[in-house]
């Protein structure tokens, strides 16, 4: 079953607008991975950010992570039309053991309107 | 460096039938990673594999199978299909199998199955 659950399901906003998308997960991670996909393509690697970790930053992403409360958030500061995509949440659980396996949510839908 | 490669990206099969899907990580990885997406179920792994050798393999039955070459090429195989196997089918590889790695994905096979 799907561990991770995010919230909205859609967003949509005006360009220059900051997006926020939220992720709940079930079990203990070694770490919690955000990607993008665009439509009818595979996903593309945003941010890693591991148990011990609480904040993350790259360009105009930040993730936050607070294990105590099983969750994370996406926040995309000054968005584009370009940005428009979806937005999963997926976590390593500890369980798996390094094998690769990932844990998805159902993603979060981002219509970036020019 | 060449991303994840996935032959072919479309495929149309009947009841019944067998295909194989091949995946070319990026080069030096060598841990490849296999993942069926379906807009019911969303993102589910498939299993992982690394050394030429399964090392996890999610909630499907054996119609599913995969394996992997000595040169981290790896084919996934699914036998007797269904209409229900009809889904996008994402390879996604990551150089070893230390932990905290993200995963690259390719574009995918989309299969249909009539």
């Known amino acids: 079953s799907q561990q991770g659950e995010e919230d909205p399901q859609a967003l949509s906003i005006q360009e220059g607008e900051n997006a926020t998308m939220n992720c709940s997960y079930k079990?203990?991670?070694?770490?919690l991975q955000w990607y993008r996909q665009n439509s009818g393509r595979g996903l593309v690697h945003l941010i890693l950010?591991?148990?011990?970790?609480r904040e993350k930053h790259s360009g105009r992403l930040r993730v936050t992570l607070d294990t105590s409360k099983k969750s994370s958030s996406l926040l995309i500061t000054a968005s584009r039309a370009a940005d428009t995509a979806s937005y999963f949440c997926?976590?390593?659980?500890?369980?798996?053991?390094?094998?690769?396996?990932?844990?998805f949510g159902q993603g979060t839908t981002l219509q970036v309107k020019p | 460096k060449a991303g994840v490669t996935q032959t072919p990206r479309y495929l149309i099969k009947t009841r019944g039938q067998q295909v194989t899907l091949s995946c070319s990580p990026i080069?030096?990885?060598?841990?490849v990673s296999w993942y069926q997406q379906t807009p019911g179920q969303g993102l589910q792994f498939l299993f992982e594999?690394?050394?030429?050798?399964?090392?996890n393999k999610g909630n499907f039955p054996g119609r599913f199978s995969g394996r992997q070459f000595s040169n981290s090429r790896s084919e996934m195989n699914v036998s007797t299909l269904e209409l229900g196997d009809s889904a996008l089918y994402l390879c996604?590889?990551?150089?070893?199998?230390?932990?905290?790695?993200?995963?690259?994905f390719g574009d995918g096979t989309r299969l249909s199955i009539l």
């Open positions: 996604a590889s990551r150089p070893d199998v230390g932990g905290n790695q993200p995963q690259h």
């Open positions: 079990t203990s991670i070694n770490n």
């Open positions: 950010i591991r148990s011990n970790e």
């Open positions: 997926a976590t390593d659980a500890l369980s798996s053991g390094n094998t690769g396996k990932l844990i």
């Open positions: 080069s030096g990885h060598r841990s």
């Open positions: 594999y690394f050394s030429e050798t399964q090392r």
